[in-house]
């Protein structure tokens, strides 16, 4: 049988209250006797000291006789539950508060020895072999004239005492149960705080590890447990979400390599074939061309994409002009415009602008956000790059006139693989991975992008760049 957490805590609670009783019936008992002996003797010892001074001494000096001392001791020693006993230094019991005395036959404790007690008041035995049981016996001397005249000896049997302290006892084991059943509350905490939620978050896992990782499950409660709980569904949450993302991004990537694969191979087996005749085999072989173009870029932005996405990217950070790499990226896009007829309006702010940030990848992100502007741009329109300062940071916006992008695309042009429907007829070759690259770029530099945009009026795209310090002597 599995040994559960439960069971071994019952087990401990099982053995705290037997050791409980173990407790109670030895060391409790054992003390209870001994104080139950010391309180009794030393009431006896205070009796004992009295008589001695009174009857006894009254007794020894003649002034009563003996028939009165015994009634009045009988009397005592009922009152005591014990027997009172006046014994000579010889031996010779005097009286004895049980029996009528018997002048002329006295009875004689063979072998008494009163400093048996030795430096304690009382003793723990038969008595000289006198009784059958265990007694207590406490001894006072009686004086007179500085002479120990006898001695008043009380007995108590041991077993009176016995019972007395087992009476005491039964308190103690009754206080014990109760406290046992109380603590059976810290079983019942123990079940409701730890034992079902700790059930729980075992059986949530174990769902998590059969790949179940859309299990949800909740524990009412603000303290450790509630909060390792929270944790364990937010980290399968967070695992289901990326492997949904996996999945997608596998269908995407598959689905983007597969058109212009078959398009390649169509028109290839075509040309074997003869379906495509030899004179017309420069165009196909053109398309073919630019099919393969469209594969190495969406190749190239996925290395990309990989490569950023790896934790603890590191970025080349320098202190560069941000002017001359707009100026630079727009002179790469010179011929793309003069065949749309768009012009690039430049609006930068100083003649040098100095920033500090990676700078090719600074470079990618302006020429993704410029090659979209112009892919996305009538023909015979401007397009207008603008820096502007502020706070020590640099906006950069990319504002194009072109078709825009619709109100709920907005959320999404920044994911993997995300084409607008409207962009679909304009640009064939386009990836989709763009964006999300550019995103991740700007992100990895700590800064922001934003977009705004109209359908039908154009799209601005800003995001921020720190100022390269100045060292200002
Ligand atoms: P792509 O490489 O296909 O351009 P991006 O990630 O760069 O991919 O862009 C994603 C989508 O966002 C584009 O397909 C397009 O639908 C939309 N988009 C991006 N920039 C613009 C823009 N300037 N104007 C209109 N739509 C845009």
């Known amino acids: 049988m599995k040994k559960t957490l439960y069971l071994k805590f019952l087990l401990a609670y099982i053995i705290f209250g037997l050791f409980g009783f173990v407790a109670v019936a030895t060391f409790s008992s054992s003390l209870t006797l001994e104080h139950e002996t010391r309180e009794t003797a030393e009431t006896l010892y205070e009796e004992a000291s009295l008589i001695s001074k009174t009857y006894a001494s009254d007794l020894y000096n003649n002034q009563i006789?003996?028939?009165?001392?015994?009634?009045?001791?009988?009397?005592?020693?009922?009152?005591?539950?014990?027997?009172?006993?006046?014994?000579?230094?010889?031996?010779?019991?005097?009286?004895?508060?049980?029996?009528?005395?018997?002048?002329?036959?006295?009875?004689?404790?063979?072998?008494?020895d009163p400093s048996i007690t030795a430096d304690s008041y009382y003793i723990r035995d038969d008595f000289f072999g006198e009784f059958d049981e265990e007694m207590l016996s406490v001894y006072t001397p009686i004086t007179s004239n500085y002479k120990i005249k006898g001695y008043v000896v009380i007995h108590q049997p041991m077993s009176e005492l016995r019972k007395r302290s087992d009476d005491y006892l039964s308190i103690t084991y009754i206080t014990l149960v109760v406290l046992i059943f109380l603590s059976l509350i810290i079983l019942l905490f123990f079940t409701e705080i730890f034992y079902i939620p700790l059930k729980k978050?075992?059986?949530?896992?174990?769902?998590?590890?059969?790949?179940?990782?859309?299990?949800?499950?909740?524990?009412?409660?603000?303290?450790?447990?509630?909060?390792?709980?929270?944790?364990l569904n937010y980290m399968a949450s967070e695992i289901a979400r990326s492997e949904d993302n996996q999945k997608k991004f596998v269908a995407n990537v598959s689905h983007d390599f597969r058109s212009p694969l078959t398009s390649i191979r169509g028109y290839l087996e075509a040309m074997i074939d003869g379906t495509i005749p030899p004179e017309m085999h420069e165009k196909y072989l053109n398309i073919v061309l630019n099919e393969t173009d469209r594969l190495t870029k969406l190749t190239n932005s996925l290395l990309t994409l990989n490569n950023l996405n790896t934790k603890g990217m590191v970025l080349e950070l320098s202190d560069f002009d941000i002017n001359q790499v707009i100026r630079n990226t727009v002179a790469t896009f010179e011929g793309t415009c003069e065949q749309k007829s768009i012009s690039i309006s430049l609006i930068l702010t100083g003649e040098v602008m100095m920033v500090h940030a990676d700078m090719t990848r600074i470079q990618q992100v302006l020429y993704n956000l410029l090659d979209n502007a112009i892919k996305f741009s009538h023909n015979n329109s401007t397009i207008t790059i603008e820096t502007r300062e502020k706070h020590n940071k640099l906006f950069v916006s990319v504002k194009d006139t072109g078709i825009g992008i619709p109100k709920d695309s907005l959320k999404m042009i920044f994911d993997r693989f995300y084409k607008t429907d409207l962009s679909r007829g304009k640009d064939k070759k386009g990836t989709g991975l763009g964006l999300s690259i550019t995103k991740e770029i700007i992100h990895s530099h700590g800064e922001n992008i934003n977009v705004i945009s109209t359908e039908g009026v154009g799209s601005e795209f800003?995001?921020?760049?720190?100022e390269a310090e100045t060292d200002e002597d």
Do not use: C, R
Request: cysteine-free.
């Open 65 to 112: 006789t003996i028939e009165n001392a015994y009634s009045q001791l009988n009397a005592l020693a009922t009152y005591l539950s014990a027997s009172i006993w006046i014994v000579n230094p010889s031996g010779t019991v005097v009286l004895n508060s049980v029996e009528m005395p018997d002048i002329s036959n006295p009875k004689v404790i063979e072998n008494f």
């Open 201 to 231: 978050i075992i059986h949530a896992t174990e769902q998590y590890a059969a790949g179940n990782m859309h299990y949800e499950f909740s524990i009412d409660s603000n303290d450790e447990m509630g909060y390792l709980a929270a944790t």
């Open 462 to 466: 800003i995001f921020t760049l720190a």
